[in-house]
């Protein structure tokens, strides 16, 4: 069964400070999909990235990177230079090949004071 | 545009009562899904269709009911069997391409029992 854990419930920074968000999954599949969503107060899901097994290059996008590392399952996230309306909620997520579901985990309470 | 539509976005139940959650795409997406998210906490999914006319349990299904009968359309029934039906639903649909596991999410509905 496919498991995604964040471990950090909330976080609190400060405008500007850079700020890491972890993301730990389980699968036994060698072909799969990980994802991270934003949820502002509003609710709505915002798709902020997708990638495949078989890519682990980092990307930045931004103010925003990933740290996609197969050996400790991780697909950690990395927000630079933080903003107040970086505050959300942030889902890292996890589907399978030729999956059916989409796998959260709880999810990260970031706040950002100004 | 494409996207998926869900309504009403606040919806107030008395107990007892079924009430049934709206959900439209126009992507031309394969697959609907229905995840339930209670605060502070991550998505669980309900129920998901891959195909019209079949769908399948999730992890938290009983006292929910769907129904698929158009490729459009995957509205969601809270029975009076739900125990706890206070929560924020979200609907999600995608295609089913292989290497393409992009999720599309609704808005959401709101739903309180009164």
């Known amino acids: 069964a496919q498991k995604v854990t964040q471990a950090q419930t909330e976080i609190s920074v400060v405008e500007k400070e850079d700020v890491t968000l972890d993301c730990v999954y389980e699968?036994?599949?060698?072909?799969?999909?990980l994802f991270w969503y934003k949820q502002p107060p509003s609710g709505e899901l915002v798709f902020l990235i997708r990638?495949?097994?078989?890519?682990?290059q980092n990307e930045i996008s931004g103010r925003y990177s990933w740290n996609f590392q197969k050996s400790t399952s991780s697909f950690n996230f990395t927000i630079t230079a933080s903003q107040v309306v970086d505050s959300a909620v942030y889902f890292c997520?996890?589907?399978?090949?030729?999956?059916?579901?989409?796998?959260f985990g709880e999810g990260t309470q970031l706040t950002v004071n100004p | 545009d494409g996207g998926i539509t869900q309504s009403p976005k606040y919806l107030f139940r008395k107990e007892g009562q079924n009430v049934t959650l709206s959900c439209e795409q126009n992507?031309?997406?394969?697959?609907m899904y229905w995840y339930r998210q209670d605060p502070g906490q991550g998505l669980r999914l309900i129920y998901y269709?891959?195909?019209?006319?079949?769908?399948q349990k999730g992890d938290i299904a009983e006292g929910y009911s769907v129904s698929r009968e158009k490729k459009e359309s995957f509205p969601l029934t809270v029975t009076s069997a739900q125990k706890n039906p206070t929560a924020f639903y979200l609907c999600?649909?995608?295609?089913?391409?292989?290497?393409?596991?992009?999720?599309?999410f609704g808005s959401g509905t709101r739903l309180t029992v009164v």
């Open positions: 999600a649909s995608t295609l089913l391409d292989t290497g393409n596991y992009g999720y599309t």
């Open positions: 699968t036994r599949d060698t072909t799969y999909y």
């Open positions: 990638r495949n097994s078989f890519d682990e």
């Open positions: 997520a996890l589907s399978e090949e030729g999956g059916s579901r989409l796998t």
């Open positions: 992507l031309n997406h394969d697959a």
């Open positions: 269709s891959q195909i019209v006319n079949d769908f």
